[in-house]
Structure formats: C-alpha cells, structure tokens
C-alpha cells in the first residue's frame, strides 16, 4: 500500500499522519516540488496533498501548482483515494470546479472546533466524530463547492471545513497532521505577523498544546480509515 504525498514546503510535512499511516501499514513517496522534484503524472495506490503558504491560484510563484491540480483531478476522476489537506483542499477545490478565494474573515489560526454535519454520520472517514479540536492556520477559503460535494463539517467563521467527493476523496480545510511542535514552528516564523493582527503567538502554541490528547482522539482514526480506503480501493 503506497501513498504518494505532495509536500509543499519543507515546515509542512506529515506530521502525525507519518505515524498514524504507517501504524495502518502505508507507505510513502514523498514528492517535494520545492526542491525540483517532478510532480507525478499519477498517485500511487493513494493521494495526499499537503498544506502549504501558497494560495492555491499562485502559479506564478509556485510553478508546480498546475501540474499538482492535474494529478488531484485525474486522481478523483480514477477513484484513487485523495486527501487534500489545507491548501491541498483548495487545489483540490479549484481542480474539480469549485471556488477558493481570500477569506472575508482573514486568517483562521490556532486550535478551533470543527463541528460534523450529518452526511459525516456515513461516512467512511468522519463516521462517529463529534466536535474536536482541529489545528488552523489558512487565510483562503473554499467559498464554492465543486460540483457533487458533499459537505462533512463545519466550523465558525468559515464553514466549509471538510467534504468528500465522489467516493474515494476528501478535503479539510484545517490540518489533521499538524503536531504542537509543527504548529509552534509555523507561529514562530511568522511571529510578528500574528502579533500586528492581535494575537499572541504564546495563547495560540499554548491552545494547540493543551488539546493534544483530543487532537489524537479526533484525527488518528480519519487517518487510520484513509489508509482502510486505500487498501481496498
């Protein structure tokens, strides 16, 4: 069971997901267009693309981005079993027709509750959630579904926070695989930035330190049935 896994930025990689997925008998080819590696014409046996600080039109500044947008849409087109995480969800978006723009509320950041709507109750991944805890940290918003999504959760302000479409793909907004640590190395370098917007960079790594445990509780399993998926797609 192989996962190819689009890495965007070297502070952004798969965090608890490593662990969770390779616990459930994953493995992983991680490609990182950043450093020049090709980004595959096709997935593995699965897909996850991962976050990242570009927005997800950026072709200009990240050159892999169109060639990323391809691998998703011919990837959910094939029924190969895709996560889109963050920005990977608004590639995703945009691959398959849907919108993602500058978000009316700017930048969601820190640990907020992602609540499941009731498509989640059937599920295969969101089956049995209750509202947890979900690290944020995006300032785009996915503002139009593409067509035939179906929506999972939600969250305040934005509230499209996760949905499937089709059978066998999935996107969050927010960041399943971010651990404390990896959230505290993105608040540290962007430190003066969250402190010119009002917040304090010690409340928010302190937040997402406190709900560690839920964290676990809540998105071990969503990894765990991802690596079920695609083991039996």
């Known amino acids: 069971m192989r996962i190819t896994v689009i890495e965007h930025e070297a502070d952004a990689g798969l965090g608890f997901l ?14 990182r267009p950043y450093l020049g590696q090709a980004v595959p014409g096709r997935a593995a046996d699965g ?3 991962l976050g990242g600080e570009a927005a997800a039109w950026e072709d200009e500044r990240f050159a892999w981005l169109p060639a990323t947008r391809d691998l998703i849409r011919d990837s959910v087109g094939a029924g190969v079993p895709t996560l889109g995480v963050c920005l990977g969800a608004q590639l995703m978006t945009l691959a398959c027709g849907g919108t993602v723009e500058r978000g009316a509320h700017g930048l969601e950041v820190g640990a907020r509750e992602i609540v499941p709507l009731p498509a989640a109750a059937d599920d295969p991944l969101f089956a049995g ?16 579904l593409p067509p035939g999504a179906v929506v999972l959760a939600t969250g305040d302000p934005y509230p499209n926070q996760a949905y499937r479409l089709g059978a066998n793909a999935w996107a969050v907004q927010f960041h399943p695989e971010a651990t404390p640590e990896i959230f505290a190395g993105w608040t540290a370098g962007s430190a003066g930035h969250l402190t010119g917007l009002g917040h304090s960079v010690e409340e928010l790594d302190a937040g997402v330190e406190r709900v560690r445990d839920r964290l ?18």
């Open 47 to 49: 897909l996850i693309v």
């Open 129 to 144: 959630l209750a509202p947890a805890p979900a690290v944020q940290y995006h300032r785009d918003a996915i503002t139009g």
């Open 216 to 233: 676990v509780a809540a998105w071990r399993p969503l990894a765990e049935r991802f690596a079920t998926a695609v083991q039996t797609a």
């Open 18 to 31: 490593a662990g969770w997925l390779s616990g459930a008998g994953a493995a992983f080819e991680v490609v």
